[in-house]
């Protein structure tokens, strides 16, 4: 038997007030509907069928050619519409889990929870359900005098009786193909919302004499769905904590989590220090040992073990064991850092490769460049990359020492051991072993007798 994760995500999400699609919207550095799909896959989900509709292209292009597979509802005509439209997409004796794409906080955990109970239950269909203080809005659960399942009663539907239960219908269901699709085709948009609920399968298959039956689950944050901007706030603020959470118990130490903002997908290894005031986002991993912050923005880097950086903007960047990097450093896409290379203050460094050992501890731009070992870069050295029309190469060989303010004109090269004067333009390439430097010689004048202050 197989599952089949199903997520509706067809909807528009009017409260956003947005021109994205409501699944779209980013929490913890992740759009919700990839979260969802994520957890599908982690609860063991053999394949995982998104239905689409407005601004379908921009839901699509989250995915990686091949993750998931689309159906379109080109008209949003409610839930239980959504789910027929993947009636191609799913096999006879399939089990499938009806997800939505708008709750970010689902655990794998309650998902698998939810698949057990419906496995051991030998139920047709299972509704996830939980208790929460304020039901407003959501479907209520209505059972029988046994406590069995009667029927979901949508908010707008609700009797006053109803609308004290304080059972909720997350949403999320497991169904056996067959059954459900036979359901569905018999469902009507006969109600407040003139929508096809559905819900109301689960009423037809009960009146069937079909097993359906309830799972109640205690993590109520999991089912939280998003609706406005304020519940996205709340959303991010829990997986937020999840993630500081899960990285402390792994032996990541966090300082102070309020001021630490880590996305959902980030790695970051055990004797690790976090201080305050840090952003790392995207698919950044870092090793052990190292100590990031305070003040610090990583965004999809890997880095090494050991590493310090302190106060620093690191983007799309590579950073091997024991960098010290910053105060006030600024590592640029493509930035590759070999091992022990130090990037101090005030440094920029664009699409470069700083070969093992070597330093550029203050004031400096180094673009396009390739630095062997063991190189140092003096204070205020600058790589003049950029004609106003084409980018340039400039080469450091090993051993190459660039004394303070040099301009380096690119295409340059820098032969191994080579040094450069303090002050230089270096337009030429300059070969091994050789002291380059461009400079007009000193002259010392005689100062001439101390002319007036102007008043
Ligand atoms: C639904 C349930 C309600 C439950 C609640 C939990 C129904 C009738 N009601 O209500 O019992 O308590 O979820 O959050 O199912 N969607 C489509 N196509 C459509 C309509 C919706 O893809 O035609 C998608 C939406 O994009 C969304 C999800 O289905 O991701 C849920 O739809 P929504 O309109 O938010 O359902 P609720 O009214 O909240
Ligand atoms: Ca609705």
Known sequence: MKITAV?????????????????????????????????????GADRIVLVVGHSRQKVEDLFSPGMVEFVVQEEQLGTGHALMQSW?????????????????????TTLQGLLNYHQESQAIATVLSTEVEDPYGYGRIIRDETGAFQAIVEEKDASETDKIVSEINSGMYCFQVQE????????????????????????????????????????????????????????????????????????????DPRSTFIDDDVEIACDTIIYPSTLIEGRTVIGSGCQIGPGTHITSSSIGNNVLIENSRIKEAQVGDECTIGPYAYLRPQAILH???????????????????????????????????????GAGTI?????????WETI?????????????VAPV?????????????ITRDVPPHTLAVERAEQKNLKKRSQSKPVK
Do not use: W
């Open 7 to 43: 997520i509706l995500a067809a909807g528009k999400g009017v409260r956003m007030c947005s021109q994205l699609p409501k699944v779209v919207h980013q929490v913890a550095g992740k759009p919700m509907v990839v979260h969802v799909a994520d957890v599908a896959r982690q609860a």
């Open 88 to 108: 191609e997409k799913v096999s006879q004796d399939d089990t499938i889990v009806v997800l939505a794409g708008d709750t970010p906080l689902l655990q794998a």
């Open 180 to 255: 459900a699709f036979a359901a569905l085709s018999r469902i009507t948009s006969n109600n407040a919302q003139g929508e096809y609920y559905l819900t109301d399968i689960l009423k037809i298959l009960m009146s069937e004499g079909k097993k359906v039956e309830i799972f109640r689950t205690d993590a109520r944050e999991d089912i939280y769905g998003i609706n406005d901007r304020v519940q996205m706030s709340k959303a991010e603020e829990i997986l937020r904590k999840r993630k500081n959470e899960a990285l402390m118990k792994n032996g990541v130490t966090i300082i």
């Open 339 to 377: 091992r022990r290379v130090k990037v101090g203050d005030f440094v920029e460094i664009k699409k470069s490769t700083l070969g093992e050992g070597s330093k550029a501890p203050h004031l400096s731009y180094i673009g396009d460049a390739i630095l062997g070992k063991g190189v140092n870069v």
């Open 383 to 391: 790589t003049c990359n950029y004609d106003g029309v084409n980018k």
């Open 396 to 408: 450091l060989e090993d051993g190459v020492f660039i004394g303070s303010n040099t301009n380096l």
């Open 413 to 425: 090269k820098v032969g191994q051991n080579s040094v450069t004067g303090a002050g230089s333009t």
